[in-house]
C-alpha cells in the first residue's frame, strides 16, 4: 500500500523520482525502492514523506482509506506577479511597524532581541498574505481568462 500511495502521491504532484529523493537527502535508487515495494522507509523518513505531499502517515501507510487532502488541495493556475509580491511585501511590512508601534511586540522579552523570531512571524505572515493573494486573483478572474478550464 505504502509503495502505491507514494507513486499515486508523486505522479498527482508532478515531481519526479530525483526531485523527492533530494528533498529526503537519499539516492533516486533508494527512494525508488520505496515505490516499488523492495525496502521500506524509516519512521523519520517517513514523517518526512508524509510532511512532503501534505497527508497523514496513517494514509501513506494505507490505514486512512480516505482520499488523501492535501495541504494545497486547490491547485492554483494563478502566479502572482513581481508587482503582486512587492505589494504584499510592503503591505506585510507595514503590518510590523503598526504592531512594532501599538503594542510594542516582543516574544519573550525585546523585539530587538529577538529578531529571529520576528523575522519567521514576519514569512509566515507574507505566506498567508501571498495565499490569500492568489486565492482572490483565481475567484475574481473571469473564467474566459482562466488556464485549464474544467
Same mark, same amino acid.
Given at each position: *500500500?505504502?509503495?502505491?500511495?507514494? &507513486? %499515486?502521491l508523486r505522479l498527482k504532484s508532478k &515531481? +519526479?523520482?530525483k526531485e523527492i529523493a533530494i528533498y529526503l537527502d537519499i539516492t533516486r535508487e533508494a527512494? +525508488?525502492?520505496y515505490e516499488t515495494g523492495a525496502r521500506n522507509p524509516d519512521y523519520? +523518513? $517517513?514523517k518526512k514523506l508524509a510532511d512532503y505531499?501534505?497527508? #497523514?502517515?496513517?494514509?501513506l501507510l494505507g490505514r486512512d482509506e480516505q482520499s488523501a487532502k492535501m495541504q494545497n488541495e486547490k491547485e492554483y493556475n494563478v502566479t $502572482? +506577479? %513581481?508587482k503582486d509580491i512587492k505589494e504584499v511585501k510592503k503591505k506585510a511590512e507595514a503590518i510590523k511597524d503598526g504592531l512594532m508601534a501599538s503594542i510594542s511586540l516582543a516574544f519573550d522579552g525585546n523585539p530587538e532581541e529577538d529578531e %529571529? #523570531? $520576528? /523575522? &519567521?512571524v514576519m514569512? /509566515? $505572515? %507574507?505566506?498567508?498574505? *501571498?495565499?490569500a493573494k492568489k486565492e482572490a486573483k483565481e475567484k475574481f478572474t473571469p473564467k474566459k481568462y482562466r488556464k485549464n478550464q474544467q
Open positions: *500500500m505504502l509503495s502505491k500511495r507514494l &507513486k %499515486e &515531481k +519526479t523520482q527512494y +525508488t525502492q523519520e +523518513t $517517513l505531499f501534505g497527508v #497523514t502517515v496513517d494514509y $502572482l +506577479t %513581481e %529571529e #523570531t $520576528l /523575522a &519567521k514569512q /509566515a $505572515l %507574507e505566506e498567508g498574505m *501571498m495565499l
